[in-house]
Each structure stands twice: as C-alpha cells, then as structure tokens.
C-alpha cells in the first residue's frame, strides 16, 4: 500500500539541492549533469564531477518553474529562507511488468525525491533546468545548447534561485534525449509563510504523477526511430507514480499499484504533473468530482469537473473532497490517453489506481483481495477533441487584488506559426519506414526543423559569436501558407536551420499557433521557457486574423508555461519580452521535440542597468 502524505505546513524543515553523479561501474557511463541556480543572494556549493563519466554525454535535469519577471530578482523584503537538498544522480534497478532494468534516478528513487518550498524561499540548487521564470539570468534555465553547453568531467557549476510570484506544483525533469522517461520529480510551491491559499485549506496534499514506462531502454526506442525514420515503438505502461496498476498483464503485481488512503469527509489537494513522455492524458476518480484550482502554477477561477485531461508538460492542482463513508470502500482511479493518432500507433492501455477510504476505527484491506471487483470509472473516448477544446475553454484566470492579470491589451509584435509534421529524405543507402516511402519523419515550426547547434545560443549571443551559430531570420508567418488544416501540400519536406526570433526589451507579443493536417490532426502541446503567457483564444480550422481577434479574452484569460495546440485548430497567446536571454519552445511531445518541433526567441537587453541580461557565472561551462 502507496499513502501519500506531504509535511505539515505550518512550519518546514531546511533544504538544499546538491547534485552527484556516481556508479561507474554501472552498465553504461551515467551522463555529465547540468546544475541550476536562481539568483538572488549569493550562495554558493561546488561540486566536480568524478572524472570516470564521458564529457560527450550531458544530463540536463530541468526544472519547470516560470517565475514572474519583475519578483525574479533579490527581494530584500522577501520573509522566506534558504533551503538545500542533496541530488544523487544514479543508476537503479528497478523492476515492473515483471522485467527488471537499471535506470536513471534521483537518490535511486523513482520517481525522484519531492522538492518542498514556500514562496518567497531560496533554493540553492546544482541541477541542471529548464522552464525556470527567471530575469536576467538565462545562464541557469538549462536546455542543452540553448543556453550553456554541457559541464565536463571535472567542472561544477552552482545556481540558485528564489521562488517570487508563484504558488503551486511544477516539476523537475532531465532535459537531454529520452532520459525523462525515468529522472523527474514534483516541486510544490506552498504560499508565503503566514499567508494562505485563495481557497479551504486541504487536510492533505497528495502529488500525482503520471508517466510512461518502457521494458526496454528508452535510449534504444528513440535511437531506433531516428535511424528508422519511423515513429517510435509504444511505451509499455502508463504510471502513477512509478506504478503501472494490475491491468497490463498475469506479471502486474499488487505492488504495483498506486493506492491513496484518504479519511471520509476531507478535503485533498491532489497536485497533478503529467510526465509521460509521449501522449496526453484523462484522468478520473470513480464516484467522485474534482475542483480545479490551478494551472501551471497559477490560480484559476475554481471549475467542477470528474475528468480531468492533462498534456505531457502540464501541471494542475485539483481539490478533492471525500465523501461521507462508514465503511472501508474502494474506488478506481484510471488514466489513458487523449489521441487523434495522426502519427501511427500510440500507447491505447490504461493504468489505474485505487482509492481507499479508511477512518480511525477501520483496517486497510489487500489490494488484491478485492480490485477485480472494482468499477473502472469511465473515460472520454480516445479521440475527444470537443472534450478537450471544452476543457481549455473553461480555464480563467483567478483576476483578483492579490493575484491579478497582466495580459497585454495591446500588442507590438504579431506572430503566426504553422507547427507540425514533415518529412525528411532518405539518406543514401538507407532504407527508411516513414510516412512516404524514402522519408522520415519529421517535424517543424514554420516548416524549420531546428538543428541543435554545438555552442549554446545564449553563449553566443553574449560573447559576440551569434553570426557564426544562428541566424535571425526565422520566419514571422509560414513561407509557404496552404489550407492548413485542408488537404495536405504535395511537398511534405522540412527545412532545417539554427534560427531564432529576435525580440527588441519590453516588447508585448502575440502569437497565434497553427496546428496543420500534413499527416493528420494532432494537438501539440507547446512549452515556453522564460515567460509565462496569457492564453487569449483558440478555435477549430484555420486562424482567420480579421474575425477571430474579436472574440480574445482579454479581461481574465489563463496564465500558463504549456499550452496544447488544438487538433485541427489554433491557439493564441500573449506575453511581454521582458525577461533578456534566449529562450527555448518547443513540443513537449518528446517524439515531436526530436524529431524538430522547436525554436528560440532571443530577448534583446533593455537600457536600464537591470533589464539587461547579467554577465555569465565564472564556472559556466563550455563547449
């Protein structure tokens, strides 16, 4: 039996992040790592890497923090305090599905250890990051070769950060390959000490974390596909919290599934990350309703709902009241994915978990004894794209005194991208199973398949190397525009690039993001690093810029970090480019982000000493 209890949080105990990377002798070298730091006042921990690991190989643990650009800097009137946690970064083995592997862990947990702060707090971090909303210091966001290059055996490099202007769950995950599939935790913001939630306090709170589970070694399955030009062999099992539940097959043990023991009559925050790499998700409760509070961090105007969805980057936090029971009664809880299957197959299982009431005077009972008898609640159909598009639209902003909305009413800069999949060519002598015969898969904002360069962008930019690693010419709308939406172009080909979007400091942004029928709908769930946006509108078909603009929500629309671009439709974001740096988006399918859906927006630095980007640490790492 999995209970899952947070600390009280009336008073929290200190912490600090410290990363190490060990077990040489493991099957494979365990890759460098990537620290992280916020900035406020100085501290600092060092930490070498042991000299037995690869420098080629990099991890990137990212933290998917967005914090407030104004409230980023050192606050001296901030009440919180310093907390440190100590990261081992190592090979585990671990079984499920009756299979046993060795995998990337955190502290050889998994999923990895919780990070627990209150706003207002400074966490001293070595991890590498990204998402983190921080100003002015790009150098610790942690994309690999977009804003520092990998940190070499020997090196250290030091971050550290305050959490200002958001409460709420995020989470931290590796950034480099698939190695997310195993290496990601939950971060929970609790409000400022001696404040309190917009909302009745919880009796518990409860993180849940969704994720994907592969037998085989998830380096392999994505190695495969690029070499392929095919999509990517299915995960599987779905997890909650590491845990596939019983359904998958005679192996699936009760141990292996999720069970939350709750009191009757209580209120529980349930804080939802959905990890997985590759596919959105429904989530239920049988019996039972939610009430949806947050969003990416940020408060909502409180909706009741039984079904949750949730893309792959996403975060939420939910209320759940428990209901008035004498007995020990058990529910199901089940997850499996939204998908309209525009890029082959797709992972169509379902995990589960169950939900035990017991008070004071019950005993809890074996999951096994009694889970064939159990209900699955039921789920929206696989394809619910009009579920979906409901399910975005009923999200707003909180809009109070305390939490107010900054979306920009008028805009400066307007954007419009096409993202999707493409194709590539065959190489020579290669035989490829993608889409048409002698491609492959392929994917694209603006029909540019971003390449990675080999020195960071915004090591570049800083030390005046931009002209030799990027250009500024990504394109504002698409080149080639069709009916996106229609009948597919006849040339399904992608080009590829280094290019990034250049932003003039303070410079307020639309965005209009294209969701395009080239091999099938599929939503996209889009991730921002360094700003959260305001989502102003979305619809089915083809954005129309004259009709469409009339029906934003400019008065109390979500503030989020990821967004899914709908199935055969478009979304439109707002935000201020008041953050200097350059700043990865991309897909947070992780097949989509390989295979090219991603770009950068490089922040020019504004006059004023503080809005310009702070020079690099002396230990940052190079290339």
């Not at 365990?30 to 006042?41: A, D, E, R, V």
């Not at 409230?71 to 499920?96: C, D, E, W």
């Not at 009694?370 to 009923?394: G, R």
């Not at 350059?582 to 390989?594: A, G, Q």
């Amino acid at each position: 039996m999995i209970e899952d209890k947070v600390p009280d949080t009336t008073d929290l105990p200190f912490f600090a992040i410290v990363v190490y990377i060990h077990d040489s002798s493991l099957y494979k070298p365990l890759p460098s790592i990537i620290p992280i730091t916020h900035h406020n006042t100085p501290n600092t921990i060092n930490m070498a890497l042991p000299s037995t690991f690869l420098p080629a190989a990099s991890l990137f643990l990212t933290f998917c923090l967005c914090l407030y650009p104004q409230l980023a800097l050192a606050n001296p009137g901030s009440t919180g305090i310093t907390r440190h946690y100590k990261f081992n970064i190592r090979m585990q083995n671990v079984t499920r599905l009756c299979q046993t592997k060795s995998i990337i862990t955190v502290n050889g947990k998994f999923p990895g250890p919780r990070i627990i702060a209150r706003e207002g707090d400074r966490l001293v971090i070595k991890v590498g990051r990204h998402g983190i909303r921080q100003l002015r210091s790009g150098w610790a966001d942690g994309p690999a070769y977009i804003t520092q290059c990998p940190i070499q055996t020997g090196q250290s490099y030091v971050y550290n950060f305050t959490i200002i202007g958001q409460t709420g769950t995020l989470w931290y995950h590796a950034h480099v390959s698939w190695i997310r599939s195993t290496l990601y935790g939950p971060i929970v913001i609790l409000p400022r000490r001696n404040t309190s939630y917009p909302f009745v306090k919880p009796y518990k709170e409860v993180p849940i974390i969704f994720g994907e589970w592969w037998n085989s070694d998830t380096e392999a399955v994505i190695n495969q596909a690029l070499q392929t030009g095919a999509g990517p062999n299915n995960s599987d099992a779905y997890t909650i919290n590491g845990l596939p539940g019983p359904l998958y097959n005679n192996c699936s043990s009760p141990m292996e599934t999720f069970q939350l023991t709750v009191k009757p009559g209580k209120t529980y925050l349930l804080r939802l990350i959905n990890a997985a790499l590759n596919d959105e998700l429904f989530f239920k409760i049988r019996n039972h309703t939610f009430t949806i509070v947050d969003a990416d961090a940020s408060y909502v105007k409180p909706f009741e709902t039984d079904t949750i969805y949730i893309t792959p980057g996403q975060t939420s936090n939910v209320l759940f009241k428990t209901k008035t029971l004498t007995s020990n009664a058990k529910f199901m809880m089940a997850a499996r994915p939204y998908s309209t299957n525009a890029a082959g197959t797709f992972d169509n299982t379902t995990v589960v978990g169950v939900l035990e009431y017991m008070s004071d005077s019950m005993s809890s009972s074996s999951i096994n004894a009694s889970i064939k008898d159990l209900s699955l609640p039921t789920l929206p159909v696989i394809n619910a794209t009009s579920y979906v598009a409901n399910w975005t639209n009923k999200f707003r902003s909180l809009g109070s005194s305390q939490f107010p909305v900054n979306v920009p009413q008028t805009v400066q800069n307007r954007y419009y991208f096409a993202v999707g999949l493409g194709t590539d060519p065959c190489l020579i002598n290669q035989t490829c199973q993608g889409p048409i015969n002698g491609t492959k898969f392929a994917a694209s904002v603006n029909n540019i398949s971003f390449t990675l360069p080999t020195i960071a962008l915004l090591q570049a930019r800083y030390f005046g190397k931009s002209n030799a690693v990027f250009t500024t010419d990504f394109p504002t709308t698409p080149l080639n525009p069709f009916n996106y939406t229609g009948s597919p172009p006849n040339n399904t080909m992608v080009s590829h690039g280094t290019k990034v979007v250049v932003l003039p400091y303070n410079t307020t942004v639309e965005l209009v993001i294209q969701g395009t029928n080239i091999f099938g709908f599929e939503n996209h769930p889009l991730h921002l690093h360094g700003f959260n946006f305001y989502v102003v509108g979305q619809g089915k078909g083809n954005f129309n810029s004259t009709t469409d603009p009339t029906s934003f929500n400019l008065v109390d629309p979500v503030e989020r970090n990821t967004i899914g671009v709908p199935s055969g439709g478009w979304v439109a974001v707002r935000f201020r480019a008041d953050n200097p740096g350059v700043w990865f988006m991309h897909c947070h399918i992780e097949i989509h982000l390989s295979w090219g859906l991603r770009m950068a927006w490089a922040v020019m630095d504004g006059k004023l000493p503080n809005q310009k980007l702070l020079p690099p640490p002396s230990d940052l790492p190079q290339c």
